[in-house]
């Protein structure tokens, strides 16, 4: 076999690693869904109005204040496993869920702290520097993917996103286009956590299945960013390559 020849199957095996990942992400949902013993598209109706209303909102200033914090967090904690992360998360749903929607709601920025520390080691992982702006809005691009409760295929998930200026206003902007998605998603946890007896226990399964989607779902986008690089190909000759390779796990 000819080394062209090995390039192409190593390629043909890294897109079908992480079309095994994106299938992987794909199927924690339904670990929440036996525990609560409910459809995600009812779980919003379990929240009162006024949280409805203003889930966008919270939603916003969730990842205003975990754009922040996980930035300057990376001077002082290093990035951890991903097994330590999920764990964290888990435990932290566990303490939300136990008081009900008023913890619920304080345990959210933390939690999405959490997550976009964890999305930021990943970029790192994959070669990428989490403190330039560029990165950072890779890193939030990760969250306008459908959580682990939504039907999605995930595969335009912006990782060759048009390149613009990137300024503390641009950053925003993109928090602004990605919350109205995640605020459905993160509203979905927070009406699991107020599941009557079962609220500790969801939130524990919830931030479990929630951190391991974005882990896996990161390690997708920046895997294909650094594959669309590292062959020189487009957009959409990678998204195209990449929905065979889904079509085949």
């Known amino acids: 076999m000819?080394?062209?020849?090995?390039a192409v199957v190593d390629r043909d095996k890294e897109m079908l690693s992480l079309a095994r990942r994106h299938k992987r992400a794909g199927g924690v949902g339904l670990q929440v869904?036996?525990?609560?013993?409910g459809q995600a598209e009812n779980l919003l109706e379990r929240l009162p109005d006024r949280v409805k209303n203003r889930l966008e909102e919270a939603t916003t200033r969730a990842l205003e204040t975990a754009l922040y914090a996980a930035h300057r967090s990376r001077g002082y904690v290093p990035d951890q496993k991903g097994w330590l992360n999920t764990a964290l998360t888990t435990a932290m749903g566990a303490a939300g869920g136990a008081g009900g929607l008023p913890t619920a709601l304080?345990?959210?920025?933390?939690?999405?702290?959490?997550?976009l520390r964890a999305i930021q080691g990943i970029a790192w992982e994959h070669g990428y520097d989490p403190a330039d702006?560029?990165?950072q809005k890779?890193?939030?691009a990760v969250f306008g993917s459908a959580g682990p409760l939504e039907d999605d295929d995930g595969v335009d998930m912006a990782f060759l996103s048009a390149r613009v200026t990137i300024t503390g206003a641009t950053l925003h902007g993109i928090i602004g286009r990605v919350a109205p998605r995640l605020g459905v998603?993160?509203?979905q946890k927070l009406a699991a956590q107020t599941v009557p007896i079962l609220g500790a226990a969801a939130g524990a399964a919830t931030n479990y299945a929630y951190t391991s989607y974005y882990q896996e779902m990161a390690a997708v986008h920046f895997g294909l960013k650094r594959y669309a690089?590292?062959?020189g190909r487009d957009r959409e000759a990678v998204v195209a390559e990449f929905r065979k390779a889904l079509s085949r796990v």
Not at 2 to 6: A, H, R, S
């Open 106 to 115: 304080a345990e959210l920025p933390v939690t999405t702290t959490v997550l």
């Open 229 to 231: 690089e590292e062959t």
């Open 133 to 135: 702006p560029e990165v």
């Open 33 to 37: 869904l036996n525990i609560i013993g």
């Open 185 to 187: 998603v993160l509203g």
């Open 2 to 6: 000819t080394g062209t020849e090995l």
């Open 138 to 140: 890779e890193c939030l």
